[in-house]
Protein backbone atom coordinates (compact mmCIF):
# COMPACT_ATOMS: atom_id res chain seq x y z
CA UNK A 1 0.00 0.00 0.00
CA UNK A 2 0.97 3.42 -0.55
CA UNK A 3 2.62 6.03 2.11
CA UNK A 4 3.07 9.74 0.46
CA UNK A 5 2.96 7.99 -3.09
CA UNK A 6 5.39 5.33 -2.50
CA UNK A 7 4.59 1.62 -2.12
CA UNK A 8 5.74 0.17 0.93
CA UNK A 9 4.93 -3.26 2.91
CA UNK A 10 5.16 -3.78 6.37
CA UNK A 11 8.33 -6.56 6.51
CA UNK A 12 11.28 -6.69 3.90
CA UNK A 13 14.24 -8.26 3.51
CA UNK A 14 16.83 -4.79 3.04
CA UNK A 15 19.32 -5.28 -0.30
CA UNK A 16 22.11 -6.54 2.13
CA UNK A 17 20.01 -9.76 1.27
CA UNK A 18 19.89 -10.65 5.10
CA UNK A 19 18.69 -7.62 7.29
CA UNK A 20 15.18 -7.65 7.77
CA UNK A 21 13.71 -4.16 7.83
CA UNK A 22 10.12 -2.92 9.06
CA UNK A 23 8.03 -0.56 9.99
CA UNK A 24 8.04 0.57 13.72
CA UNK A 25 4.71 0.44 14.07
CA UNK A 26 4.96 1.74 18.15
CA UNK A 27 5.90 5.19 16.45
CA UNK A 28 3.31 5.79 14.21
CA UNK A 29 1.32 7.87 13.17
CA UNK A 30 3.65 10.50 14.50
CA UNK A 31 7.21 8.86 13.04
CA UNK A 32 7.71 6.71 10.32
CA UNK A 33 10.87 5.00 11.17
CA UNK A 34 12.39 1.68 9.89
CA UNK A 35 13.73 -0.44 12.39
CA UNK A 36 16.33 -3.26 11.45
CA UNK A 37 16.26 -6.54 12.75
CA UNK A 38 19.90 -8.64 12.80
CA UNK A 39 19.00 -11.24 15.32
CA UNK A 40 16.63 -13.31 16.54
CA UNK A 41 16.16 -12.09 19.62
CA UNK A 42 15.64 -8.84 17.50
CA UNK A 43 12.54 -10.58 15.95
CA UNK A 44 11.73 -11.78 19.27
CA UNK A 45 11.48 -8.45 20.97
CA UNK A 46 9.76 -6.50 18.24
CA UNK A 47 6.91 -8.89 18.00
CA UNK A 48 7.07 -8.88 21.66
CA UNK A 49 7.31 -5.00 22.52
CA UNK A 50 4.59 -4.58 19.14
CA UNK A 51 7.34 -3.46 17.17
CA UNK A 52 5.30 -5.46 14.57
CA UNK A 53 1.93 -6.27 15.38
CA UNK A 54 -1.16 -8.12 13.42
CA UNK A 55 -1.51 -12.12 13.37
CA UNK A 56 -0.51 -12.08 10.28
CA UNK A 57 2.64 -10.18 10.37
CA UNK A 58 3.47 -11.23 13.98
CA UNK A 59 3.93 -14.87 11.63
CA UNK A 60 6.40 -13.30 8.90
CA UNK A 61 8.37 -12.07 11.74
CA UNK A 62 8.61 -15.45 13.57
CA UNK A 63 9.79 -16.33 10.12
CA UNK A 64 12.41 -14.27 9.75
CA UNK A 65 13.49 -14.20 13.18
CA UNK A 66 14.10 -18.24 12.30
CA UNK A 67 16.04 -17.48 9.21
CA UNK A 68 18.07 -14.90 11.48
CA UNK A 69 18.82 -17.64 13.83
CA UNK A 70 19.86 -20.06 11.33
CA UNK A 71 22.84 -17.72 10.38
CA UNK A 72 23.31 -17.33 14.14
CA UNK A 73 23.27 -21.49 14.96
CA UNK A 74 21.84 -24.09 12.29
CA UNK A 75 22.80 -26.76 14.42
CA UNK A 76 19.46 -28.95 15.27
CA UNK A 77 19.83 -27.38 19.25
CA UNK A 78 20.20 -23.77 17.62
CA UNK A 79 16.44 -24.73 15.57
CA UNK A 80 14.85 -25.92 18.39
CA UNK A 81 16.35 -22.88 20.40
CA UNK A 82 14.56 -19.94 18.08
CA UNK A 83 11.29 -22.31 17.58
CA UNK A 84 11.03 -22.58 21.49
CA UNK A 85 11.81 -18.74 22.12
CA UNK A 86 9.61 -17.05 19.36
CA UNK A 87 6.80 -19.37 19.88
CA UNK A 88 5.73 -17.71 23.21
CA UNK A 89 6.68 -13.99 22.25
CA UNK A 90 3.34 -13.55 22.48
CA UNK A 91 0.27 -16.00 23.02
CA UNK A 92 -2.75 -15.26 20.87
CA UNK A 93 -2.42 -15.01 17.73
CA UNK A 94 -1.97 -18.90 15.80
CA UNK A 95 0.01 -17.44 12.89
CA UNK A 96 2.86 -16.91 14.82
CA UNK A 97 2.95 -20.55 15.66
CA UNK A 98 1.70 -21.84 11.87
CA UNK A 99 4.52 -19.61 10.70
CA UNK A 100 7.46 -21.40 12.67
CA UNK A 101 5.59 -24.82 12.40
CA UNK A 102 5.99 -24.10 8.54
CA UNK A 103 9.55 -22.93 8.91
CA UNK A 104 10.70 -26.01 11.06
CA UNK A 105 9.02 -28.31 8.63
CA UNK A 106 11.00 -26.83 5.78
CA UNK A 107 14.73 -26.51 7.89
CA UNK A 108 14.54 -29.52 10.34
CA UNK A 109 15.14 -32.06 7.24
CA UNK A 110 18.02 -30.69 5.39
CA UNK A 111 21.94 -30.38 6.44
CA UNK A 112 22.41 -27.46 8.88
CA UNK A 113 25.08 -25.55 6.19
CA UNK A 114 21.97 -25.42 3.84
CA UNK A 115 19.33 -23.95 6.50
CA UNK A 116 20.09 -20.30 6.68
CA UNK A 117 19.45 -19.96 3.05
CA UNK A 118 16.39 -22.03 3.13
CA UNK A 119 15.29 -20.91 5.92
CA UNK A 120 15.19 -17.40 4.05
CA UNK A 121 13.85 -19.47 1.09
CA UNK A 122 10.75 -20.07 3.04
CA UNK A 123 10.27 -17.07 4.92
CA UNK A 124 9.99 -15.31 1.86
CA UNK A 125 7.19 -17.65 0.30
CA UNK A 126 5.25 -17.05 3.32
CA UNK A 127 5.75 -13.61 3.09
CA UNK A 128 4.37 -13.74 -0.41
CA UNK A 129 2.17 -16.34 0.69
CA UNK A 130 -0.09 -13.72 2.70
CA UNK A 131 0.22 -10.94 0.06
CA UNK A 132 -1.60 -13.61 -1.97
CA UNK A 133 -3.91 -14.38 0.67
CA UNK A 134 -5.08 -11.00 0.97
CA UNK A 135 -5.55 -10.50 -2.52
CA UNK A 136 -8.05 -13.19 -2.74
CA UNK A 137 -10.09 -12.24 0.46
CA UNK A 138 -10.01 -8.73 -0.88
CA UNK A 139 -12.55 -10.03 -4.21
CA UNK A 140 -14.66 -12.04 -1.54
CA UNK A 141 -15.18 -9.64 0.55
CA UNK A 142 -15.20 -6.87 -2.59
CA UNK A 143 -17.80 -9.11 -3.80
CA UNK A 144 -20.29 -8.54 -0.79
CA UNK A 145 -19.78 -4.83 -0.05
CA UNK A 146 -20.88 -4.53 -3.81
CA UNK A 147 -23.83 -6.70 -3.51
CA UNK A 148 -25.08 -4.56 -0.22
CA UNK A 149 -24.79 -1.74 -2.11
CA UNK A 150 -26.89 -2.99 -5.01
CA UNK A 151 -29.45 -3.91 -2.83
CA UNK A 152 -29.27 -1.49 -0.31
CA UNK A 153 -28.43 1.85 -1.40
CA UNK A 154 -27.22 1.94 -5.24
CA UNK A 155 -24.33 4.42 -5.61
CA UNK A 156 -24.69 5.64 -2.58
CA UNK A 157 -21.48 5.71 -0.05
CA UNK A 158 -21.04 2.43 2.12
CA UNK A 159 -20.18 2.59 5.61
CA UNK A 160 -18.51 0.09 7.00
CA UNK A 161 -17.05 -0.28 10.57
CA UNK A 162 -13.78 -2.00 11.77
CA UNK A 163 -11.99 -2.21 15.08
CA UNK A 164 -8.31 -2.26 15.84
CA UNK A 165 -6.14 -2.30 12.53
CA UNK A 166 -6.50 -5.36 10.37
CA UNK A 167 -5.24 -3.36 7.21
CA UNK A 168 -1.64 -3.75 5.45
CA UNK A 169 0.32 -2.94 8.60
CA UNK A 170 -1.36 -5.59 10.77
CA UNK A 171 0.11 -7.73 7.55
CA UNK A 172 2.28 -7.57 4.84
CA UNK A 173 0.14 -5.84 2.57
CA UNK A 174 -3.23 -5.23 1.81
CA UNK A 175 -4.51 -6.31 5.58
CA UNK A 176 -7.63 -8.50 5.75
CA UNK A 177 -10.05 -6.64 6.87
CA UNK A 178 -9.26 -3.47 5.22
CA UNK A 179 -8.41 -5.78 1.59
CA UNK A 180 -11.92 -5.43 0.50
CA UNK A 181 -11.95 -1.85 1.11
CA UNK A 182 -9.06 -0.64 -0.43
CA UNK A 183 -9.93 -2.64 -3.65
CA UNK A 184 -13.94 -1.15 -3.28
CA UNK A 185 -12.27 2.36 -2.94
CA UNK A 186 -9.87 1.29 -6.57
CA UNK A 187 -12.81 0.09 -7.96
CA UNK A 188 -14.93 3.64 -7.34
CA UNK A 189 -17.26 2.42 -4.41
CA UNK A 190 -18.15 5.16 -2.86
CA UNK A 191 -16.87 4.10 0.86
CA UNK A 192 -16.90 5.77 4.38
CA UNK A 193 -14.78 3.94 7.23
CA UNK A 194 -16.00 4.08 10.83
CA UNK A 195 -12.66 3.50 12.27
CA UNK A 196 -12.98 2.54 16.39
CA UNK A 197 -9.90 3.97 18.59
CA UNK A 198 -9.77 0.53 20.12
CA UNK A 199 -8.23 1.57 23.44
CA UNK A 200 -6.08 0.84 25.41
CA UNK A 201 -3.32 1.09 22.28
CA UNK A 202 -5.38 3.00 19.98
CA UNK A 203 -4.47 0.49 16.85
CA UNK A 204 -7.50 2.16 15.29
CA UNK A 205 -7.13 5.87 16.16
CA UNK A 206 -2.98 5.60 15.16
CA UNK A 207 -2.85 2.96 12.69
CA UNK A 208 -6.04 1.94 10.63
CA UNK A 209 -6.52 6.13 10.47
CA UNK A 210 -2.78 6.71 9.46
CA UNK A 211 -3.11 4.10 6.55
CA UNK A 212 -6.63 5.07 5.19
CA UNK A 213 -5.37 8.40 5.32
CA UNK A 214 -2.69 7.87 3.25
CA UNK A 215 -4.21 5.84 0.77
CA UNK A 216 -6.89 8.37 0.20
CA UNK A 217 -10.15 5.97 1.87
CA UNK A 218 -12.77 8.54 3.55
CA UNK A 219 -12.91 7.58 7.44
CA UNK A 220 -13.79 8.87 10.74
CA UNK A 221 -12.42 8.16 13.91
CA UNK A 222 -14.74 7.13 16.63
CA UNK A 223 -14.01 6.53 20.60
CA UNK A 224 -14.75 2.83 21.09
CA UNK A 225 -18.42 3.13 22.53
CA UNK A 226 -19.74 5.11 19.36
CA UNK A 227 -20.64 1.43 17.56
CA UNK A 228 -23.88 0.86 18.79
CA UNK A 229 -25.32 4.14 18.56
CA UNK A 230 -24.08 4.48 15.07
CA UNK A 231 -25.90 0.62 14.05
CA UNK A 232 -28.96 1.91 16.17
CA UNK A 233 -29.33 4.87 13.47
CA UNK A 234 -28.65 3.30 10.42
CA UNK A 235 -25.25 4.76 10.07
CA UNK A 236 -23.38 1.36 9.63
CA UNK A 237 -24.14 -0.72 6.47
CA UNK A 238 -21.79 -3.61 7.71
CA UNK A 239 -19.03 -4.49 10.01
CA UNK A 240 -15.43 -6.24 8.70
CA UNK A 241 -12.94 -7.01 11.86
CA UNK A 242 -9.84 -9.31 11.38
CA UNK A 243 -8.88 -11.96 13.82
CA UNK A 244 -5.87 -13.51 15.49
CA UNK A 245 -7.35 -16.92 15.80
CA UNK A 246 -10.52 -18.79 14.42
CA UNK A 247 -11.48 -21.76 16.13
CA UNK A 248 -12.44 -24.95 14.32
CA UNK A 249 -15.85 -24.22 15.41
CA UNK A 250 -15.92 -21.01 13.76
CA UNK A 251 -15.37 -18.48 17.18
CA UNK A 252 -13.24 -16.01 16.75
CA UNK A 253 -10.68 -14.57 18.43
CA UNK A 254 -9.87 -10.52 18.22
CA UNK A 255 -8.78 -7.24 19.64
CA UNK A 256 -10.73 -6.72 22.81
CA UNK A 257 -14.11 -4.67 22.01
CA UNK A 258 -14.97 -6.87 19.14
CA UNK A 259 -17.22 -8.81 21.19
CA UNK A 260 -19.11 -6.33 22.08
CA UNK A 261 -19.48 -4.70 18.41
CA UNK A 262 -20.45 -7.77 17.26
CA UNK A 263 -23.67 -7.42 19.68
CA UNK A 264 -24.50 -4.52 18.84
CA UNK A 265 -24.70 -5.57 15.19
CA UNK A 266 -26.53 -8.69 15.82
CA UNK A 267 -29.15 -6.21 17.54
CA UNK A 268 -29.43 -3.97 15.02
CA UNK A 269 -29.14 -6.67 12.15
CA UNK A 270 -26.04 -5.15 10.94
CA UNK A 271 -23.95 -7.88 8.75
CA UNK A 272 -20.94 -8.70 10.63
CA UNK A 273 -18.19 -10.26 8.95
CA UNK A 274 -14.69 -11.42 9.61
CA UNK A 275 -11.68 -11.27 7.54
CA UNK A 276 -9.29 -14.14 8.14
CA UNK A 277 -6.28 -15.70 6.02
CA UNK A 278 -6.81 -19.31 6.30
CA UNK A 279 -3.20 -19.41 8.64
CA UNK A 280 -5.48 -17.85 11.44
CA UNK A 281 -7.45 -20.88 11.71
CA UNK A 282 -6.32 -23.32 14.62
CA UNK A 283 -8.08 -26.72 14.43
CA UNK A 284 -6.78 -28.03 17.27
CA UNK A 285 -8.99 -25.71 19.26
CA UNK A 286 -12.60 -26.89 19.39
CA UNK A 287 -14.02 -24.29 21.67
CA UNK A 288 -12.71 -20.70 21.02
CA UNK A 289 -14.53 -18.99 24.19
CA UNK A 290 -13.23 -21.97 25.98
CA UNK A 291 -9.60 -22.79 24.92
CA UNK A 292 -7.85 -19.93 22.98
CA UNK A 293 -5.32 -18.21 25.55
CA UNK A 294 -6.18 -14.27 26.21
CA UNK A 295 -3.19 -12.36 26.41
CA UNK A 296 -2.88 -10.02 29.45
CA UNK A 297 -0.51 -6.95 29.19
CA UNK A 298 0.79 -4.24 31.55
CA UNK A 299 -1.67 -2.19 33.33
CA UNK A 300 0.40 0.83 31.70
CA UNK A 301 -1.09 0.73 28.48
CA UNK A 302 -4.14 1.68 30.10
CA UNK A 303 -3.05 4.07 33.25
CA UNK A 304 -0.88 5.86 30.45
CA UNK A 305 -1.42 7.68 26.83
CA UNK A 306 1.20 8.65 24.66
CA UNK A 307 0.64 11.82 21.98
CA UNK A 308 1.83 14.69 20.47
CA UNK A 309 1.78 17.93 21.92
CA UNK A 310 1.06 21.26 20.71
CA UNK A 311 4.91 22.12 20.76
CA UNK A 312 5.65 18.82 18.34
CA UNK A 313 7.11 16.56 21.23
CA UNK A 314 6.21 13.34 21.88
CA UNK A 315 4.67 12.95 25.81
CA UNK A 316 3.26 10.42 28.09
CA UNK A 317 0.64 10.83 30.36
CA UNK A 318 -1.12 9.54 33.33
CA UNK A 319 -4.83 9.14 33.13
CA UNK A 320 -5.76 6.92 35.68
CA UNK A 321 -5.79 7.76 40.01
CA UNK A 322 -2.26 6.47 41.13
CA UNK A 323 -2.90 3.01 42.90
CA UNK A 324 -6.25 2.32 40.94
CA UNK A 325 -5.82 -1.02 40.14
CA UNK A 326 -6.75 -2.26 35.88
CA UNK A 327 -7.27 -4.89 34.18
CA UNK A 328 -5.62 -5.23 30.50
CA UNK A 329 -7.03 -7.94 28.57
CA UNK A 330 -5.98 -7.96 24.81
CA UNK A 331 -8.36 -10.21 23.12
CA UNK A 332 -11.67 -11.36 23.34
CA UNK A 333 -13.86 -14.03 21.39
CA UNK A 334 -17.31 -13.28 19.68
CA UNK A 335 -18.84 -16.66 19.07
CA UNK A 336 -19.74 -18.17 16.00
CA UNK A 337 -23.41 -17.29 16.39
CA UNK A 338 -22.70 -13.52 16.39
CA UNK A 339 -21.01 -13.58 12.96
CA UNK A 340 -22.61 -13.61 9.73
CA UNK A 341 -19.35 -14.95 7.68
CA UNK A 342 -16.05 -15.80 7.34
CA UNK A 343 -13.86 -14.00 4.09
CA UNK A 344 -11.17 -15.73 3.26
CA UNK A 345 -9.30 -16.31 0.11
CA UNK A 346 -11.43 -19.26 -0.47
CA UNK A 347 -14.63 -17.48 -0.42
CA UNK A 348 -16.83 -16.29 2.44
CA UNK A 349 -17.83 -19.26 4.61
CA UNK A 350 -20.27 -19.49 7.16
CA UNK A 351 -18.78 -19.73 10.81
CA UNK A 352 -19.01 -23.27 11.58
CA UNK A 353 -16.89 -26.57 11.60
CA UNK A 354 -18.58 -28.58 8.79
CA UNK A 355 -17.76 -25.14 6.34
CA UNK A 356 -14.10 -24.55 7.59
CA UNK A 357 -13.49 -28.07 7.47
CA UNK A 358 -14.58 -28.66 3.53
CA UNK A 359 -13.03 -25.08 2.33
CA UNK A 360 -9.39 -25.77 4.36
CA UNK A 361 -9.16 -29.73 4.74
CA UNK A 362 -5.39 -29.76 4.76
CA UNK A 363 -5.44 -27.73 7.45
CA UNK A 364 -7.27 -30.17 9.28
CA UNK A 365 -4.58 -32.83 8.06
CA UNK A 366 -2.12 -30.34 9.78
CA UNK A 367 -3.58 -29.99 12.85
CA UNK A 368 -3.96 -33.94 13.52
CA UNK A 369 -0.26 -34.53 12.77
O1 LIG B 1 -2.55 -6.61 19.56
P1 LIG B 1 -2.51 -6.51 18.06
O2 LIG B 1 -2.36 -5.10 17.57
O3 LIG B 1 -1.47 -7.44 17.47
O4 LIG B 1 -3.93 -7.03 17.62
C1 LIG B 1 -4.27 -7.03 16.26
C2 LIG B 1 -5.65 -7.47 16.00
O5 LIG B 1 -6.41 -7.78 16.89
C3 LIG B 1 -6.05 -7.61 14.56
O6 LIG B 1 -7.42 -7.34 14.40
C4 LIG B 1 -5.77 -9.05 14.12
O7 LIG B 1 -4.44 -9.40 14.39
C5 LIG B 1 -6.05 -9.26 12.69
S1 LIG B 1 -4.75 -8.59 11.69
C6 LIG B 1 -5.07 -8.81 10.06
Not at 302 to 311: L, S
Request: charged residues 25%.
Amino acid sequence: MKVDGKHFRSIWRERDGWTVGAIDQRRLPHEFVVAKLVSCEDAVVAIRDMLVRGAPLIGATAAYGMALAMREDPSDAGLKRAYDRLVVARPTAINLKWALDEMRAALAPIDPVERAEAAYARADEIVEQDVEINRGIAANGFALIEAIMAKKKPGETINILTHCNAGWLATVDWGTATAPIYLAHERGIKIHVWVDETRPRNQGASLTAWELGHHGVPHTVIPDNTGGHLMQHGMVDLAIVGTDRVAANGDVCNKIGTYLKALAAHDNGVPFYVALPSPTIDFAVDDGIRDIPIEQRSGTEVTEMTGRTADGRLETVRIVPEGSPVANYAFDVTPARLVTGLITERGVLKPDRAALAAAFPERIAAAAE
